[in-house]
């Protein structure tokens, strides 16, 4: 598939390259745990707890998809529209509102 040259498009591919329901909770879990060693490591004024953040969150993630959807995680070919639609996953994911978006991307919701 070419890369997505608009956001909304990429959304949806983004919600494609997640389809499974473990793959996504393993990154709703690796965001939240990047997102406490990033505020730990600023409130503690601990750089080693903040340099950790992205491998953990990024280490949860692409483990995901090597380990779980099999295919290749949608950072590499835009990188700051995959970190925003990981926290827009994981909103929509913890307020419950993450079904209608999978339903127009294609993917069966669980």
Do not use: I
Not at 65 to 78: K, M, Q, R
């Amino acid at each position: 598939m070419a890369q997505p040259t608009t956001y909304s498009a990429f959304w949806l591919h983004y919600l494609r390259v997640h389809a499974r329901p473990a793959t996504r909770r393993v990154h709703c879990v690796g965001t939240g745990a990047a997102l406490g060693l990033a505020l730990a490591g600023l409130l503690r004024r601990d750089w080693r707890l903040a340099l950790a953040a992205p491998v953990v969150g990024y280490g949860a993630a692409w483990s995901a998809h090597v380990g779980l959807e099999g295919n290749t995680p949608a950072t590499f070919g835009h990188p700051a529209w995959s970190l925003f639609s990981d926290l827009r996953m994981a909103g929509l994911m913890l307020t419950g509102r993450l079904r209608p978006h999978l339903q127009e991307a294609g993917v069966v919701a669980d």
